[in-house]
């Protein structure tokens, strides 16, 4: 079995950072791509950021020059510096990898979310 956990929501003011956390643990093979999607109230889940086993990342433009994302390959964690956050980034955050286990050649998977307000 495959599971993400995240970690770091909360409730920030405008103009604020919040720092997300995220593991996967399990039967793990690979994993080629790690990243953060989220979910406002009313909307469609969208992505924020991803980064690939390469090294490559991809941010939604909407975040651009405000998140930034990190992971290390070895530990398995994905991290999203989140920088002068605004109202409008106010959701449930998901952890997301594409992952090969012992008992798949690859799948997606999702973590529980974690919910981020950005409020005064």
């Known amino acids: 079995q495959v599971q993400l956990v995240e970690s770091g929501g909360g409730l920030v003011q405008p103009g604020g950072s919040l720092r997300l956390s995220c593991a996967a643990s399990?039967?793990?093979?690979?994993?080629?791509?790690m990243g953060w999607y989220r979910q406002a109230p009313g909307k469609q889940r969208e992505l924020v950021a991803t980064?690939?086993?390469?090294?490559?990342?991809n941010y939604a433009e909407s975040v651009l020059g405000r998140f930034t994302i990190s992971s290390d390959n070895a530990k398995n964690t994905v991290d999203l510096q989140m920088n002068s956050l605004k109202p409008e980034d106010t959701g449930v955050y998901y952890c997301?990898?594409?992952?090969?286990?012992?008992?798949?050649?690859?799948?997606?998977?999702w973590g529980q979310g974690t919910q981020v307000t950005v409020s005064s």
């Open positions: 997301y990898a594409d992952i090969r286990s012992n008992y798949y050649t690859r799948r997606d998977y």
């Open positions: 399990g039967s793990i093979s690979s994993i080629y791509v």
């Open positions: 980064t690939t086993s390469g090294g490559s990342t």
